[in-house]
């Protein structure tokens, strides 16, 4: 008796462990735990869809930008609805996380304090840009064009390379009453403020200068750029602050 008692013991957790590997086993991707949850971590991707966003300067339909196996990406070979994604909603502060991947020789980035407006013509015209590059791209040899960089600005404060083509990332922005932080898988790659003297000079000294509501806001839409290259997204989740 005491045989048997044991023998179902040992295969009842046996089962248990099946049971939670099985539970564990599923994709994680595109979802926020508990614990996120109670943190006020919001979903700005949801897996299936390209709800909460549109095309910049656009409420019309567009096919470039696909949502597929929990992927958000752009369609480089579709050329009937090109354009930047855009979120619907603006932010201020927040820690916004990402995953992001690129074809060899890609190049895309992600724009920050956005403003939508029709006589501000794209995205990067108004909100910085974090870089995000193949480390095969013939650009690459420019340290402020280097994903992590805040594109043109500044260059890396600690060289962060992106993982091989068709790897996944993870990136990191956190701002707070126009402090920023970038990061590239784990590292701090960019620190600015965009209220700062300083920041206004780079800005009057770059090529930017020519573009009167660049870098010149704390707070705005985010935007996904298209640069014909192809790029995919997942994971994407921001915490207001």
Known sequence: MKKNYTKCLFILAISAAIFTCYSFSGDQNNKLSAQEKKQGWKLLFDGSSTSGWHLYNSQGAFTVWKAKDGELFCDAMDKTGPGDLITDKEYKNYDLKFDWKLPKGG??????????????????????????????????????????????????????????????????????????????NGILT???????????????????????????????????????????????????L
């Open 107 to 184: 190049n895309s980035g992600v724009f920050i304090n956005v403003l939508e407006r029709k006589d501000v013509p794209t995205g990067w015209a108004s909100g910085p840009e974090y870089q995000l590059l193949d480390n095969a791209n013939r650009d690459y040899a420019k340290p402020q064009y280097r994903s992590g960089c805040l594109f043109g600005m500044s260059s890396q404060k600690k060289l962060a390379k992106t993982k091989p083509e068709n790897t996944w990332n993870h990136s990191e922005i956190r701002q707070k009453n126009g402090k920023v932080q970038f990061y590239l």
């Open 190 to 240: 960019t620190e600015e403020d965009f209220t700062s003297k300083a920041w206004a000079q780079k800005v009057a000294n770059s090529h930017f200068h020519a573009y009167p509501e660049y870098g010149k806001h704390i707070s705005g839409h985010l935007v996904l750029q298209d640069w014909a290259t192809g790029i995919a997204f997942r994971n994407i989740k921001i915490k207001e």
